[in-house]
């Protein structure tokens, strides 16, 4: 029975995720035996320092005790050379046995008793050896016979030998358990590795006869299939005629739709003229520029053969050779256009969108830039290297402080904010000494 290919992905799909499962688990479980391999490491490099700790400790006070029975033996001094330093030594030992014990509460108690035990030694030392140093030998020799420095050392002995024993298990235990981990870890990989085999293996033989059937399939529908090439050209045809057909329709419908846009404008500006009320004739015109430059893009559409994308660099041309006739037309001829426009391409609802923007910004610098003296309005459009492009509006005008409030209605910049949202676009305004920039910075489509 032929396989198909919805089994092939779901097993293919099932194989691999056991794999996946098992290549995750490995993963997971290497982790976690390192981690608590790191554990066990720290508790027996800790365990390692307790005892270094402990023998140092005893040795110290060894070296102490041998430094003080020489002195007292022959009366000389230099037997009391390193008896200065094996007592720091020992206390320095014994400080840090304390703080390498400090979380284990059961060894509170017996470190306290050694502290104790270690002070006394360390004083019964110290006394004896001042007797001797004031000729009070007999003194020194009746405490010597009294047995209780060996005493206190015995003391010592046995609570440095029981963490001594204490580390030697943790030390034990440590390493048993790296070897534990160390076999566990060998057992899990092996196993991981015996499924990914299955696996790799069970993968191979669906594909492989998946492959196999489909070769066969394929031979099948050539051999079935030999007029196939003159049926498909003649349906080609067919839709390139029908393309041609419905692209003439559109390019008659864009024709229809800036035909329609002209006369809502005409239409809108005869209300303008209409009205008394200046910001009303305001608002209108702005409106019928608004229409307009949507009716420029529909105009370059059915002229263009391209229903899908618009030059800009024409398009923007266009646009604003109108807007400079528009705004000389309404008294606003302080401003000089002068652009720099790339050959770029855009898609039709974002150019749309973006010969409003350019509408907005020019129609604004026309109207506030220089009210009182002339300059220029200079528009660029350029590509960038990230895959994006940026308008440039820029003027050297009179600018606006912070703070001033907005001129005209504010709903162009509304509309702005609202374009560059849907756009996915970044707006900027840049005050310059003198004069204002506007930058939109959006994507272009991909080649």
């Not at 849907?422 to 920039?437: F, H, I, N, S, W």
């Amino acid at each position: 029975m032929p396989i198909s290919s919805r089994f092939v992905i779901q097993s293919t799909i099932v194989l691999l995720a056991v794999g996946l499962f098992t290549l995750l688990a490995i993963v997971g479980m290497t982790i976690w035996l390192n981690e608590r391999s790191q554990t066990h490491f720290q508790e027996v490099i800790e365990a390692r320092d307790i005892r270094s700790s402990a023998v140092a400790l005893r040795s110290a006070l060894q070296a102490a005790e041998s430094s003080q029975r020489g002195f007292l033996l022959s009366g000389n001094e230099i037997y009391l050379a390193p008896y200065d330093s094996a007592k720091a030594m020992a206390q320095r030992q014994l400080d840090a046995l304390r703080r390498m014990l400090a979380t284990n509460g059961e060894a509170r108690p017996m470190l306290e008793r050694l502290a104790a035990v270690v002070g006394d030694k360390l004083g019964e030392l110290d006394q004896t050896i001042a007797l001797a140093a004031d000729r009070r030998d007999a003194e020194a020799q009746a405490i010597l016979r009294t047995n209780r420095g060996k005493a206190l050392m015995d003391q010592a002995n046995v609570f440095l030998s029981g963490i001594e024993r204490a580390a030697d298990e943790r030390l034990t235990e440590g390493v048993a358990e790296q070897r534990a981990n160390a076999a566990l870890l060998r057992v899990a990989s092996i196993m991981g590795a015996v499924v990914i085999v299955l696996v790799v293996g069970g993968v191979t033989l669906t594909v492989a006869r998946y492959a196999r059937e489909i070769a066969q399939a394929r031979d099948e529908v050539r051999a079935l299939n030999a007029g196939l090439e003159e049926r498909v050209a003649r349906r080609t045809a067919d839709l390139l005629q029908e393309r041609d057909r419905a692209e003439v329709l559109l390019a008659e419908v864009n024709h229809r739709v800036a035909n329609s846009l002209t006369l809502v404008a005409s239409l809108v500006r005869l209300q303008a003229n209409a009205l008394s009320d200046q910001a009303a004739k305001d608002a209108l015109e702005e409106t019928q520029g608004r229409i307009l430059a949507i009716s420029l893009v529909h105009k370059r559409l059915y002229s263009s053969g391209d229903v899908r994308f618009v030059e800009l660099d024409g398009y923007v041309a266009s646009l604003l050779e109108h807007l400079e006739t528009s705004m000389r037309a309404e008294g606003h001829g302080g401003a000089s256009l002068r652009h720099e426009l790339e050959p770029l391409k855009l898609t039709t609802d974002a150019s749309v969108n973006l010969g409003v923007v350019v509408t907005e910004w020019v129609t604004n610098a026309f109207k506030y830039a220089y009210p009182d003296r002339t300059g220029d309005v200079r528009v660029r459009l350029r590509r960038l290297d990230d895959g994006r492009a940026e308008l440039v509006v820029e003027d050297d005008g009179i600018g606006r402080e912070d703070g001033a409030p907005v001129r005209g209605t504010g709903l162009g910049t509304r509309i702005v904010k609202g374009i560059a949202a849907a756009m996915r676009a970044d707006v900027e305004y840049l005050r310059r000494q003198p004069g204002t920039v506007a930058r939109l910075t959006f994507p272009l489509p991909a080649d």
